[in-house]
């Protein structure tokens, strides 16, 4: 079968319909596989390396990311449930592809465990650090409505706020 993959649009800060909190996937189908192959394709374009639903306007419980230089290890998250693995935490700086241009520091969890379902709803757990373990967090926060420039403050994000909606006014 032959499918031309579709780049989606990406939603973009201060839109109200990012803050919505995204609803588990009952069955991982076709519809889902190809939801997440577009997602894919609208990341590498973009490019990012982590992408949720949720900022592509559809309100389920679904990531894609891949944090290779090469751009060769997609991987699907379904469903995901993560659990911090210490208290200890790190600075990472942080950018998101509904909030582009912007990159600040946020603390994120050192190490996670993520249990999921992959695109054929077989259930995985792995233990990870690094980039793949501040990648999820971010990610699973658009999967309850929130930004990681929630994280900064509010004169920071209000200064944000005002320049995304300037290049959303010019670009409209
Ligand atoms: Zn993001």
Known sequence: VIRIMAKLPILHFPDPRLRTKAK????VDDTIRRLANDMLETMY??????LAASQVNHHIR?????????KNQPMVFINPVITPL??????Y???????PSVYDFVER??????????????????????LLAVCLQH??????GKLFVDYLSSLKRQRIK????????QNA
Do not use: W
């Open 24 to 27: 588990p996937v009952l069955v």
């Open 45 to 50: 374009d973009a490019p990012g390396v982590g």
């Open 62 to 70: 679904l990531l894609v990311i891949d944090i290779t230089e090469e």
């Open 86 to 91: 210490t208290d200890a935490t790190v600075p």
């Open 93 to 99: 700086e942080e950018g998101c592809l509904s909030v």
């Open 109 to 130: 969890y050192a190490r996670v465990s993520v249990t999921a379902l992959n695109e054929h709803g077989e259930s995985f757990t792995l233990e990870t650090e690094g």
């Open 139 to 144: 990610e699973q926060d658009h999967l309850d």
């Open 162 to 169: 005002a320049k995304m909606l300037k290049q959303q006014k």
